[in-house]
């Protein structure tokens, strides 16, 4: 079992559609919790990140974490064409070294005009 | 533009050649992270440095591999003996606190 599993998808919705992303990872030691997008044939690039429980909210999108369920949820509301990308959760093992992170497989969203 | 730089962009190879990719990190960060990404995968952790001093190596970074960060600025990540398996993106990211910046990669290609 991998450390934290994604739905790798593919997930196509229509424009100005919510939604909703999802990881569950493992270990119950995980306090920090980002999201990146990447788009095709590109690095990642930090979309949000959250410490501990509870939600985020930047723009159209919001994070959400839930330690006891160890599962995380990233929303995007009126979703655009230009959202169409892969959606990669990651996390630190540890607090002192939050750049060595464990990313889930990714999701890819299209959504379509 | 001051983001992560990473150069090559792409690069082909023959199986059992040497190649070299290097990463020119944003100038104040002092962490260092080397990735590899496979297709329909996320990013896999190599290796990272704190400013000159490679401190930890994880068990993908086969002995054919090696890495350097020079004076604590730009690293190279060289692999040798290069084997259509070291096909992937490797990925560069420098971090401050808790974000890390990623570079657009070095997609390598190995036939």
């Known amino acids: 079992q991998k450390e934290v599993e994604q739905d790798p998808g593919p997930l196509s919705v229509p424009e100005g559609a919510i939604v909703s992303l999802n990881c569950t990872y493992s270990?119950?030691?995980?306090?920090?919790f980002m999201w990146y997008r990447q788009y095709s044939r590109k690095g990642p690039e930090l979309l949000m990140y959250t410490y501990s429980s509870g939600n985020k909210e930047d723009g159209r999108f919001t994070a959400q974490v839930d330690k006891s369920s160890k599962y995380i949820s990233l929303f995007i509301r009126d979703s655009q064409p230009s959202d169409s990308a892969t959606y990669l959760c990651?996390?630190?093992?540890?607090?002192?070294?939050?750049?060595?992170?464990?990313f889930g497989q990714g999701t890819t969203l299209q959504v379509k005009p | 533009d001051t983001g992560v730089s990473q150069n090559p962009r792409h690069k082909i190879t023959k199986r059992g050649q040497n190649v070299t990719f290097r990463c020119d990190p944003i100038s104040e960060h002092n962490r260092l992270y080397w990735y590899r990404q496979t297709l329909g995968q996320g990013p896999e952790f190599l290796t990272y440095f704190q400013n000159e001093a490679q401190l930890e190596k994880s068990r993908l970074l086969s002995d054919r591999f090696s890495a350097e960060r020079p004076k604590g600025s730009f690293s190279t990540l060289e692999i040798q003996r290069t084997e259509q398996g070291d096909s992937a993106m490797y990925l560069c990211a420098s971090v401050r606190d808790t974000e890390a910046f990623f570079g657009q990669g070095t997609r390598l290609t190995v036939v």
């Open positions: 270990n119950s030691a995980f306090q920090y």
């Open positions: 990651a996390m630190p093992p540890g607090s002192s070294n939050t750049g060595k992170l464990i």
